[in-house]
Every structure is written in structure tokens, then in C-alpha cells.
């Protein structure tokens, strides 16, 4: 009678499924921590001028329109750069309050066709009171006016 070794016959494997779960978790808490603050990542130079800021800013809707002409609603981007676009990102953004203050900030080396592109867009959703956003005017000595 022989007698059969079956040690040679256990292949060793490696077991991903436990590795793929742990790597799924690690990728969903950093998705899921993560901060985006769109401020940081836009660098804005502001057109400059002189006056007083206003005095309530703080629940303006946020417009921001790039050097390339691409537009910004608070954190959103919009895809495309035509009219019907940023009216729909706005509206989804705003939602039914069209009492709501926005600020426009435009870049000093945007396009004019752009600006005019998001004030089109803000006349036709019924936007009335838009400010738009400056730095105040540095003097030769390096103090603001």
C-alpha cells in the first residue's frame, strides 16, 4: 500500500480580496476627508480700484471668471463656456433665490466677452444686484489709497 504526501499538492496562494477591500477603504476615507477650497487653486489678480467695500458680502452667490474665461459658481465649475451653461450651473447653485447678492470676480487679464458672458447670464436668470469684485489701487509708496 503506498501512501500518498499531500503537502506536495498545496500550492501556496496569495488571497487578494482581503488587500482590495482594505485599499477600497483607505480610498474612500480620503475621498471622503478631503477639502477642496476653490480660492487656493485660482489665482486671481483683481482689477484695480478705488471705493469702499461692501458691508455684507458673506451670503453673496460667488461668480469667478478666470484669466482663460473659464467660470466658477461658489465651488462648482462649469464645463463649457457658453451662456446656457453657466445659466444652468447657476440656477442648480442658487437655486429660487434670485434676491441674492452675487459677486463677480473677474480676472485683470480676462477676456471682456467673458465678463459680458456672465453678466448675460445673471440679467437672464434675474440677477439684480451683482457687484463685482476689485483690489484696492496701491500707491507709489506701497500704501492703498
Known amino acids: 500500500m503506498r501512501i500518498r504526501d499531500h503537502r506536495k499538492d498545496d500550492e501556496p496562494e496569495i488571497n487578494l480580496v482581503p488587500l482590495i477591500d482594505v485599499i477600497l477603504v483607505l480610498i474612500i476615507f480620503f475621498v471622503v476627508t ?4 476653490a480660492r487656493s487653486v485660482l489665482k486671481l489678480e483683481l ?4 471705493g469702499e467695500a ?3 458680502t458673506s451670503r453673496a452667490l460667488s461668480v469667478l471668471v ?3 474665461g473659464r467660470y466658477f459658481v461658489d465651488d462648482r465649475e462649469v464645463l463649457r463656456d457658453d451662456v446656457e451653461s453657466l445659466k444652468a450651473t447657476l440656477a442648480e447653485v442658487a437655486g429660487s433665490d434670485r434676491t441674492r447678492k452675487v459677486l463677480l470676480r473677474a480676472d485683470a487679464r480676462t477676456p471682456h466677452q467673458s465678463v459680458v458672458t456672465a ?4 440679467g437672464q436668470l ?3 444686484q451683482v457687484m463685482i469684485a476689485t483690489a484696492p489701487e496701491v500707491r507709489a509708496q506701497g500704501k492703498p489709497k
Open 119 to 122: 453678466y448675460d447670464a445673471l
Open 126 to 128: 434675474g440677477f439684480r
Open 66 to 68: 478666470n484669466a482663460d
Open 34 to 37: 478631503t477639502t477642496f477650497d
Open 54 to 56: 461692501p458691508s455684507d
Open 47 to 50: 482689477p484695480k480700484a478705488t
